[in-house]
């Protein structure tokens, strides 16, 4: 069996359950995070959402996952979720549909990103809501994020890759 190799091998669920085909953002530079609405780290949406307004005419964008395990802190449904984002954050960048990102029901995207770049001192599994990852347009991970690396920090690397 081949090994997936960039994103591009890889899909998203959407909110209403239809498959995105990550082969679609192919070209791109990517900012992939898991996210929770009920998290002290929300209010980086706001900072998200900057970081698209100001990049995604050059070919970025940001693909949130809201994830519920961590605290719970992403107990609401897809329309909950993202009439939260909206009213706010004023959120425009697109929401996928809710996934687990450790364990035995991880995503397979979230099981690539973590083993391209694991964490401090070589750990894999994500430690909290808000952990990002950078992907370059050839689809490869560039960079992991911990929860408290705010948005609008990133924004030199992200440059450099456009």
């Given at each position: 069996m081949p090994t997936l190799k960039t994103i591009a091998d890889f899909n998203a669920t959407l909110p209403n359950g239809d498959k995105l085909a990550l082969a679609d953002k192919a070209g791109k530079v990517l900012l992939v995070v898991n996210t929770a609405s009920k998290c002290g780290f929300t209010p980086q949406y706001k900072g998200l959402e900057a970081l698209w307004q100001k990049y995604r005419d050059?070919?970025?964008?940001?693909?949130?996952?809201?994830?519920?395990?961590?605290?719970?802190?992403?107990?609401?449904?897809?329309?909950?979720?993202?009439?939260?984002?909206e009213v706010n954050f004023g959120l425009s960048f697109p929401l996928m549909g809710k996934i687990e990102v450790n364990g035995p029901g991880a995503d397979p995207l979230f099981d690539w990103l973590k083993a391209e770049a694991p964490g401090v001192l070589g750990t894999k599994k994500i430690k909290w809501n808000f952990t990002k990852f950078l992907v370059d347009r050839e689809g490869k991970v560039v960079r992991r994020y911990g929860p408290t690396d705010k948005p609008e920090g990133l924004a030199k690397d992200i440059e450099a890759l456009l």
């Open positions: 050059r070919g970025f964008e940001v693909i949130a996952f809201p994830c519920n395990q961590f605290g719970g802190q992403e107990p609401g449904s897809a329309d909950e979720i993202a009439e939260f984002c």
